[in-house]
């Protein structure tokens, strides 16, 4: 596959939280910022800007590009932790390591964690891009939430590369058939900054009447 044809891994999260959301951000190209985006943005400026740093033999990278042409992704990791375990084989040297190291992708989140997945999803393909550029398994990583100021450990079992290889299959298939899944309103969408764009409570049939109601107060 052709670097021109990958789809940026950050679309999965998008995906795995609303289908409309990600086609709307993907394909039609929408685009609005509220509280919750700003301050996401935020919370990765230092890390978007690339640092190294070594302590007590573990090492960490930010702003990293990955990529995993099987299932046609990239992207930019907030962090990548290191650990050495052997002599030989290399297998950091897009990092310019030699040796073999354990790898552990981290991913920054403002919020605290969710009830959905999809921030599992996003960094589960993370690993997913490392594991092809590097032939190494990684069993683990981790999101660190702002709001709480702590790592939640997520580990990449079966059935949650699974999932993520089925959202790539799926997220591929709304970008090259342009597709826009019809809106449905749940609770999450009111942390949307999309909201405005989708209009999921005036369009979302049986939901219609409702919608009319409270307008109409």
């Not at 670097?3 to 086609?23: T, V, Y």
């Not at 509220?34 to 400026?45: F, I, K, P, S, Y």
């Not at 959202?167 to 309103?185: D, G």
């Amino acid at each position: 596959m052709r670097d021109e044809d990958l789809i940026p891994l950050s679309a999965l999260q998008h995906l795995a939280f609303c289908e409309r959301q990600c086609a709307l951000i993907h394909v039609e190209r929408e685009w609005a910022e509220n509280q919750l985006t700003a301050e996401g943005r935020t919370l990765h400026e230092r890390v978007d800007e690339g640092y190294r740093e070594y302590r007590r033999g573990l090492r960490q990278f930010s702003g990293i590009h990955v990529r995993n042409l099987r299932l046609g992704i990239y992207g930019q990791l907030d962090v990548v932790e290191v650990v050495k375990t052997a002599e030989e084989p290399d297998n950091a040297t897009f990092l310019h390591l030699k040796g073999q190291w354990e790898l552990h992708p981290v991913e920054f989140k403002r919020g605290k964690p969710k009830k959905h997945d999809a921030d599992c999803i996003q960094v589960c393909a993370q690993a997913l891009c490392l594991e092809e550029m590097t032939g190494s398994t990684i069993e683990s990583g981790s999101l660190f939430y702002g709001e709480i100021r702590r790592r939640e450990q997520v580990e990449f079992d079966a059935p949650l590369r699974a999932k993520t290889e089925a959202m790539a299959t799926r997220l591929r298939q709304i970008i090259v058939e342009q597709l826009l899944p019809a809106p449905v309103y749940k609770r999450h969408c009111r942390a949307c900054s999309l909201i405005e764009v989708c209009q999921p409570r005036s369009q979302n049939g049986p939901k219609l009447e409702a919608y009319r109601k409270e307008l109409l107060g």
